[in-house]
């Protein structure tokens, strides 16, 4: 959970430039020693108040916001896919799986958010949002999901170096 709070916080730092990634993934999220950090910006779109929504080139299926199959996201496509990672992070697995690339799109279009197992099944409703289909039904920031997840641990540091 360290490492997702820290991950968040590289996101968080984007946004706050006007910045969205648009390919969260595991690959992109560096280790050194006890600090993760976001890397590989080369999808990273700047977003400015008169352009709210944006078409993006591409991104990794397995971690790709539903909306993205539009051509149109955006901040809150960098949340989604947070949600993928805290998934596979608390879960082992990948949300959904397919046999290509189109197969795995349409489930992060159709199919329900999976649930967690039982002993992380607290973290659901916080997966729900991160997850939801409707870019409007996700937190609307970083911040919203750092406020989550210190209910769960007050002494977890959200403020990563």
């Known amino acids: 959970l360290r490492f997702f709070v820290q991950a968040a916080r590289g996101v968080q730092a984007l946004h706050e430039r006007s910045l969205v990634h648009f390919d969260i993934k595991p690959a992109n999220i560096f280790l050194k ?7 590989d910006y080369g ?38 896919s947070l949600g ?4 596979e992070m608390l879960s082992g697995e990948k949300p959904y799986t397919g046999r290509s690339a189109l197969d795995v799109l349409e489930m992060h279009r159709k199919d329900p958010v999976p649930v967690l197992p039982t002993f992380v099944a ?25 406020q989550v997840i210190v209910t769960f641990y007050p002494s977890l540091e959200t403020r990563s170096a």
Do not use: C, W
């Open 33 to 39: 020693g006890e600090i993760a950090r976001l890397g």
């Open 43 to 80: 999808l990273s779109k700047l977003v400015t108040e008169s352009r709210n929504s944006l078409s993006f080139g591409r991104g990794t299926p397995y971690y790709m916001a539903p909306e993205m199959l539009k051509g149109r996201a955006d901040h809150r496509a960098d949340l989604y």
């Open 84 to 87: 993928v990672i805290l998934y």
């Open 122 to 146: 607290r973290f659901q409703p916080m997966l729900e949002r991160l997850m939801a289909k409707d870019p409007d039904k996700r937190f609307s920031s970083v911040e919203e999901v750092m």
